[in-house]
């Protein structure tokens, strides 16, 4: 079983910044592919960001936004920079034992999500 913890959303104005963290533990692995989805109210969950042997952005953040991973502490981080209301959502940690899943989006562990809100 693995288990992900999301932490750091919040509230911010536009034009802010915040990093989420997501902390894996149980069976997972440092190697894993490991995602950030996100769902705002009334509407369905999307990507964001994906990391595995590169890194994947959404177009929607590329060149805001920059995944990273922690291998010591099995963590993986999401670095928001330039937030814009449009980006309020929950934020979702994703895990999985095939690289692939970055790619195809297809991950078996998720996390419980955490909110973040952008005020303009």
């Known amino acids: 079983q693995v288990q992900l913890v999301e932490s750091g959303g919040g509230l911010v104005q536009a034009g802010g910044s915040l990093r989420l963290s997501c902390a894996a533990s149980?069976?997972?692995?440092?190697?894993?592919?490991m995602g950030w989805f996100r769902q705002a109210p009334g509407k369905e969950r999307e990507f964001v960001a994906a990391?595995?042997?590169?890194?994947y952005y959404a177009d929607s953040v590329k060149g805001r936004f920059t995944i990273s991973r922690d291998t010591a502490k099995n963590t993986v981080y999401l670095q928001m920079n330039s937030l814009k209301p449009e980006d309020t959502a929950v934020y979702y940690c994703a895990a999985d034992p095939d690289l692939k899943a970055a790619i195809l989006g297809e991950y078996a562990y998720w996390g419980q999500g955490t909110q973040v809100t952008i005020s303009s």
């Open positions: 990391i595995s042997w590169g890194t």
């Open positions: 149980g069976r997972a692995s440092s190697s894993y592919a």
